[in-house]
């Protein structure tokens, strides 16, 4: 007989890009963890693939790429912080190629149950290219996979 009190997620990790459709993405999340009083982790990785294709590493660009991330979510983040309801959240900002850093920098350490991230939409072009990270999770990831519209 299956334990069903087990069967909530307690790691829940949301994979935020950037764009403008993050934050129903991170609302969703959020729900998500309040409903299994789960603790959240708010990952994004800043992708290196145009500045190796330029060739250059400008020192000073990075941070401030990280610092505008961490603003566009600031204040969700300190609201939900003290969320009796979250088991805590973490926000972890990385770089580099966005599946590799993504699977192993980020989901392979932290081994969520779920993991929540966006269905971004990227024109013909770009998707022939370089694939959807959300079909990229489902093959790579050994957990639950939730994906919002």
């Known amino acids: 007989m299956a334990h069903y009190k087990n069967l909530g997620y307690k790691k829940i990790f949301v994979a935020l890009d950037g764009t403008e459709e993050q934050d129903a993405v991170l609302n969703r999340a959020i729900a998500v963890a309040k409903n299994n009083h789960a603790k959240l ?9 145009a500045l190796e294709t330029a060739g250059t590493y400008p020192v000073d660009l990075i941070p401030k790429l990280e ?6 979510i600031e204040k ?39 993991v929540i ?3 971004r939409g990227l024109s013909p072009i770009k998707y022939a290219l370089l694939g959807s990270i959300s079909t ?14």
């Open 41 to 49: 982790y708010v990952g994004h990785v800043m992708d290196s693939t």
């Open 136 to 149: 990229f999770l489902l093959r790579a990831t050994p957990c639950d996979i939730l994906v919002v519209k």
């Open 117 to 119: 991230c966006g269905a």
């Open 76 to 114: 969700t983040i300190e609201t939900i912080q003290n969320d009796p309801e979250i088991d805590g959240v973490e926000v972890v900002v990385k770089y580099g190629r966005v599946r590799e850093t993504l699977k192993e920098e980020l989901l392979d350490q932290i081994e969520p149950d779920l």
């Open 67 to 72: 610092a505008l991330f961490r603003k566009s």
